[in-house]
């Protein structure tokens, strides 16, 4: 389209606040009903992003929306088996806004009230769980607060949901907790994220794969309490069989928190019975990375680099990096493209 890095920036700014901002709504029920928020409201953000950079008006937006309503989808049925669904809703929430901006461009009609309709988005897809949106959270101070600063970057490879409890049990650990020692072991969490990370608790106990144990809260705080980390290693094929953490996975129940932050934090709490009698607990109200305790732009970087690594050289994940990072200052948005594709 001829457009330049700083409009790629921009429309990455765009799709980041409209996502945000209409996932706000919901207060969390996608989840609770077997919706993956990343596909379903990932779709509408991409549309607003796409929409900019092909220069649609206003009319044309409403309708690329409103076609936005039959192509956006993710479903949660991953967590039941760690299958890789969840991998492609990111990608397919772009592949569905490409679309639906290319059908409003040539004067296909989609329905006006995307959104809030008698069958839109909201109304269609969250039941009983409807009732409880706010639909003033999607304009509220558009244009002059920014969600965009309210983004929780991860500073663990796993669910959000689950980082309270991971750096809980890393606190633990350091404090001197060892595997050995454990009786019991109590993860407190959100009641609305329990569906996600906690159940069904035999196969949280036994993740089939890298996948699912991301989303387990047994493993994820076990491993973490032996390890006092959580990171790429702890997800490897040798990790996940390791006898000594799925001893001790067997040994960790859930119970919810009625003192969560969620769903503005993913407060947990992990309270270790060990075998002497003694109990200790810890807990992180605010995770780490939150607006209300960000981590450093250098982690941020930090953590691209051990990515990026993972897949090419030091020198090609530099290179990377410093496009990145001055992504506006391409004439042209196809020039930022080449550098990372390598041409």
């Keep these: ?46 549309i607003l992003a796409a929409g900019y ?11 690329a929306q409103g076609i936005g309503l039959s192509v956006a989808a993710g479903s949660l049925e991953f967590l039941e088996d760690g299958s890789w669904t969840k991998r492609m809703h990111p990608g397919w929430a772009g592949v569905a806004a490409i679309s639906a901006t290319a059908l409003a461009r040539h004067g296909f009609v989609g329905p006006r009230s995307a959104y809030e309709g008698r069958f839109g988005l909201f109304p269609s897809h969250l039941g009983s769980h409807a009732a409880a949106c706010d639909y003033s959270l999607a304009t509220h101070g558009l244009g002059k ?46 009641q609305e994220v329990v569906k996600t990370v906690c159940e069904p608790v035999a196969n949280k106990r036994r993740p089939a794969n890298e996948y699912d144990a991301k989303f387990s809260i047994p493993y994820i705080v076990a491993s973490s309490l032996i390890h006092g980390k959580f990171g790429l290693a702890e997800l490897e094929e040798s990790a996940l069989r390791d006898p000594v953490t799925l001893a001790l996975a067997d040994k960790v129940d859930y119970e919810a928190d009625p003192a969560s932050g969620f769903p503005k934090y993913y407060s947990g709490e992990v309270i270790v019975k060990l075998k002497d009698g003694r109990e200790l607990a810890h807990r992180e109200q605010v ?13 941020i970087v930090a953590k691209f680099m051990d990515n990026a690594m993972q897949a090419v050289s030091r020198a090609r994940a530099e290179e990377l990096r410093d496009a ?20």
């Design 324 to 343: 990145l990072l001055r992504m506006e200052d391409f004439g042209r948005g196809a020039e930022l493209a080449a550098v990372l594709a390598g041409r």
């Design 1 to 46: 389209l001829g457009r330049s890095g700083r409009d790629v920036l921009t429309a990455y700014v765009l799709g980041v606040e409209i996502s945000s901002r209409l996932g706000s709504v919901a207060k969390g029920g996608f989840h609770q009903v077997g919706f993956h928020p990343t596909g379903l409201i990932g779709t509408f953000g991409c």
């Design 145 to 190: 607060e920014w969600e965009i600063d309210q983004i929780a970057v991860k500073p663990f490879p796993a669910c959000h949901f689950t980082h309270g409890c991971a750096d809980a049990a890393i606190a633990l650990r350091n404090q001197g907790v060892r595997a050995a020692d454990i009786q019991h072991v109590r993860a407190k969490v959100a």
């Design 287 to 299: 995770n780490r990375g939150a607006a209300d305790r960000p981590i450093s732009n250098d982690d």
């Design 53 to 63: 950079l092909h220069g649609m008006n206003a009319a044309q937006m409403t309708m």
